[in-house]
Structure formats: C-alpha cells, structure tokens
C-alpha cells in the first residue's frame, strides 16, 4: 500500500462487474501461485502481493475466419494481436488500476511482453519480428535477474479462467482459444476464485494436424519451428512465390512444413520470410492462419466445452 493514502475497500465483485462493462470477456481473481523461478514470480514484482487479477479480451472469431477462408491475414496482426494488446489491454488495465490505487494499495500492471525473454529463455514469440533474451545480472543475492515476466499460463490457472494447451496458447474456460490476456498483481485483499482444476485440453492433437509446419507434437509448441510457419514459410501461405529461396536444396522440404528450425536456422530465414508481407511496428504477419487455434476452437465447440 502507498504511503499517506487512506486505505478504503472495494470488492472483487465490484472490480469484476467494472472489468466486463469495460471490455474484459473473462475475469478471475487468484491467489499468487507457488513459482519457483524467481524470473517469473510475482512476489519478486510485488513482495506484498495478495493475488492476481486476471483479464481476457476475446479476439474477434471474423478476423479468424477470414484468415481461414483465405480472404485477410492483416487484420488478425493489427486488430486481433497488436491492438489488444498494446492498446485496448493497456488503457483497460489503467483504469482497472486506478481503481485499486485510489483505495490505497498498489497496483502492478501485467501486459504481454512480446519481444522479450528472461534471461534463459531460449524460446521465441512468434508473433514478432524477433524477440530479445535478457542479459542482466541480478542486482543482490536473493534477487532474480531483470526483468521479471510472469508466466501468463500459470496465472490464468491462478485465477481460475484457463490454461495452456498443448499448442502453447492459453485456452479460457467457456470461451476457448479466441482469447487475450492481462493481469494485475496487487495487494489488495479481495475474495480470490478457486485456481483452475478442470482440463481445458484435452490433447486431442488437431492443432498438430493443422499446423502447416509441423510445430506442435505431443511434447508441445516449438517456438522456433512456429516462428518460421507463422512468418508463411509453407505452401499453403496465400502469398508463397515461385522464386521464394529459388535455388536453395532445402526449399521443398522447407515448404512442405519437414524441415526442423533452431533459433539460428530461423533467424536466417526471416529476411526471406519479410518479403510476403512487411512486419507492422514489430509484429510478424500472421500467414499460418492460426489454423492451429481455429482447430482448437473447432473441437471445443464439437465436444461441448464453449
Ligand atoms: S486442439 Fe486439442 S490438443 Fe490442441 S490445444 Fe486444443 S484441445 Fe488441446
Ligand atoms: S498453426 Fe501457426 S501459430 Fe499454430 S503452431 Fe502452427 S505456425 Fe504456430
């Protein structure tokens, strides 16, 4: 709580019902997880910390489906990832905020990170143009290198409203994978919802059948192998050319989605995958058509869950 300011109460219904009038779909609030890696620990953001308000903002299911009907692929990136995330998320998560900060207590505003790593990390975000893993060392003993990015997965368990699946996208309870999220980690004692217990996923495996470049398996997501399919690297991207690496020996099993990408092979790839279309503010084109998430959304709605 912040010195000199008198400390009232609203309620987590009260921030709830707000949530929703302003935009959010899902809405929870968790107790802070026990996370051992103190890169990704919220109470090495906030030691006070009480809980984790969690928020999602449905991507709207048009830009999808343009997408797979081969229509428009821009405005997923600019409406469905960019604008979530760095506006909509940010100017809803100011004034969720405000909200807490007014009563007294300290609000800690948890927006996507898209382009950084913590240190470590050698996995990607492929909805960028490439992404940075942090070199910092920590400034004391017992503290973790910075920054600190909280595992978006573990909080939304947290707070009740969803979980990974295997494709690596976080699937919401009721709503399925057509979703975006933020969080808040304050110290503000409100009433906490119960973390999540159900499976979401249910490993069913269509998002490995659909992805064009062969980068979920049973094992997960491969973040290098999605950052070259996401980027278009398959034949069945709408703007794949016939001089697309014209001469290379690789360039059939590249596009039939067989070849295996590391961070090094994929960054040497990208230039040629900039050619489809440009990047926009740093985020990559989506040219697989997520057709791993629409997969997923399509199961979820046949068995019932959403
Ligand atoms: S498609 Fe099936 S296996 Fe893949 S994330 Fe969705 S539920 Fe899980
Ligand atoms: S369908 Fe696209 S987003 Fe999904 S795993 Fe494959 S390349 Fe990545």
């Given at each position: 709580?912040?010195?000199?300011?008198?400390?009232?109460?609203?309620?987590?219904?009260?921030?709830?019902?707000?949530?929703?009038?302003?935009?959010?779909?899902?809405?929870?609030?968790?107790?802070?997880?026990?996370?051992?890696?103190?890169?990704?620990?919220?109470?090495?953001?906030?030691?006070?910390?009480?809980?984790?308000?969690?928020?999602?903002?449905?991507?709207?299911?048009?830009?999808?489906?343009?997408?797979?009907?081969?229509?428009?692929?821009?405005?997923?990136?600019?409406?469905?990832?960019?604008?979530?995330?760095?506006?909509?998320?940010?100017?809803?998560?100011?004034?969720?905020?405000?909200?807490?900060?007014?009563?007294?207590?300290?609000?800690?505003?948890?927006?996507?990170?898209?382009?950084?790593?913590?240190?470590?990390?050698?996995?990607?975000?492929p909805?960028?143009?490439?992404?940075?893993e942090?070199?910092?060392?920590?400034?004391?003993?017992?503290?973790?290198?910075?920054?600190?990015?909280?595992?978006?997965?573990?909080?939304?368990?947290?707070?009740?409203?969803?979980?990974?699946?295997?494709?690596?996208?976080?699937?919401?309870?009721?709503?399925?994978?057509?979703?975006?999220?933020?969080?808040?980690?304050?110290?503000?004692?409100?009433?906490c919802?119960?973390?999540?217990?159900?499976?979401?996923?249910?490993?069913?495996?269509?998002?490995?059948?659909?992805?064009?470049?062969?980068?979920?398996?049973?094992?997960?997501?491969?973040?290098w192998?999605?950052?070259?399919?996401?980027?278009?690297?398959?034949?069945s991207?709408?703007?794949?050319?016939?001089?697309?690496?014209?001469?290379?020996?690789?360039?059939?099993?590249?596009?039939?989605?067989?070849?295996?990408?590391?961070?090094?092979?994929?960054?040497?790839?990208?230039?040629?995958?900039k050619?489809?279309?440009?990047?926009?503010?740093?985020?990559?084109?989506?040219?697989?058509?997520?057709?791993?998430?629409?997969?997923?959304?399509?199961?979820?709605?046949?068995?019932?869950?959403?």
């Amino acid at each position: 709580m912040t010195e000199g300011v008198t400390k009232r109460m609203i309620t987590a219904e009260y921030i709830k019902q707000r949530a929703k009038e302003l935009g959010a779909a899902v809405v929870g609030i968790g107790k802070i997880w026990d996370e051992p890696d103190k890169r990704r620990d919220p109470y090495m953001i906030l030691p006070k910390a009480k809980c984790v308000l969690g928020f999602g903002f449905p991507v709207p299911r048009g830009l999808y489906k343009a997408m797979e009907e081969n229509r428009q692929f821009y405005t997923y990136t600019t409406e469905g990832v960019k604008y979530i995330d760095d506006e909509f998320a940010e100017i809803f998560l100011f004034k969720i905020g405000n909200l807490i900060e007014n009563e007294g207590y300290d609000a800690c505003l948890q927006r996507a990170v898209p382009g950084l790593r913590v240190k470590g990390d050698k996995t990607t975000n492929p909805e960028v143009g490439d992404t940075f893993e942090l070199i910092s060392d920590p400034v004391e003993d017992g503290k973790p290198a910075p920054d600190v990015i909280i595992d978006f997965g573990k909080a939304a368990v947290a707070c009740g409203i969803g979980e990974m699946g295997l494709n690596g996208k976080i699937i919401a309870k009721g709503h399925g994978p057509y979703m975006r999220y933020a969080f808040i980690i304050t110290d503000m004692p409100l009433e906490c919802d119960e973390p999540l217990t159900e499976q979401l996923c249910d490993k069913c495996g269509e998002c490995i059948k659909a992805c064009p470049g062969g980068a979920v398996s049973e094992d997960g997501l491969d973040t290098w192998q999605c950052s070259v399919y996401y980027k278009g690297a398959h034949k069945s991207n709408v703007f794949m050319r016939d001089d697309f690496l014209l001469g290379n020996p690789e360039r059939e099993a590249i596009i039939n989605g067989e070849k295996r990408f590391d961070a090094e092979s994929a960054r040497a790839i990208y230039p040629e995958l900039k050619k489809f279309l440009p990047t926009f503010k740093g985020y990559a084109p989506c040219l697989c058509g997520k057709k791993c998430d629409i997969a997923c959304y399509k199961h979820l709605k046949e068995i019932g869950k959403i």
